[in-house]
């Protein structure tokens, strides 16, 4: 690592963990939306906290209201016509992925819409497009009305 440089996170990371860098368009939707879960959840705690130190019920609360399927669903739903081809085509993969788990709390068109979301969010962040991937969630929060 060079001195003086601050590399991205990720790139730190890989570099770090020793690991390879790999090509994210490789990874099955399920895989993609299994880092998108979790990608997702850290940007929404991370805003949630961003107000101050409000009490965990309230964190929480609000925090789950916005990960949960149907949220999930609603946001891609509502950014479907940002999306490029390449995007959408990834959204479509997670979709459509035949998934072994079922939805506890949501309906199954919900559930897959989420599934195709994270794999979304997986994929712009494993393919390094922070950028894009922190517009794309503010524009849904803002279509949806979400802070």
């Known amino acids: 690592m060079e001195t003086g440089i601050t590399p991205d996170f990720l790139s730190f990371y890989r570099e770090t963990m020793q690991m390879e860098a790999v ?48 949220t999930q669903a609603k946001l891609i739903k509502a950014l479907e016509g940002e999306l490029t081809p390449e995007e959408h085509a990834v959204f479509k993969r997670g979709r459509n992925a035949k998934s072994m788990t079922s939805a506890k709390n949501a309906s199954v068109i919900d559930y897959r819409y989420a599934t195709g979301f994270e794999a979304l969010v997986g994929w712009l962040f494993l393919s390094e497009q922070f950028e894009r991937l922190t517009l794309l969630i503010r524009q849904g929060f803002d279509l949806l009305g979400e802070e």
């Open 23 to 70: 090509d994210a368009s490789q990874y099955s939707p399920l895989v993609l939306a299994y880092v998108g879960d979790a990608v997702y959840e850290l940007m929404v705690r991370i805003k949630a906290v961003n107000h101050g130190n409000l009490p965990m019920n309230k964190l929480h609360k609000h925090s789950s209201h916005l990960v949960c399927a149907e």
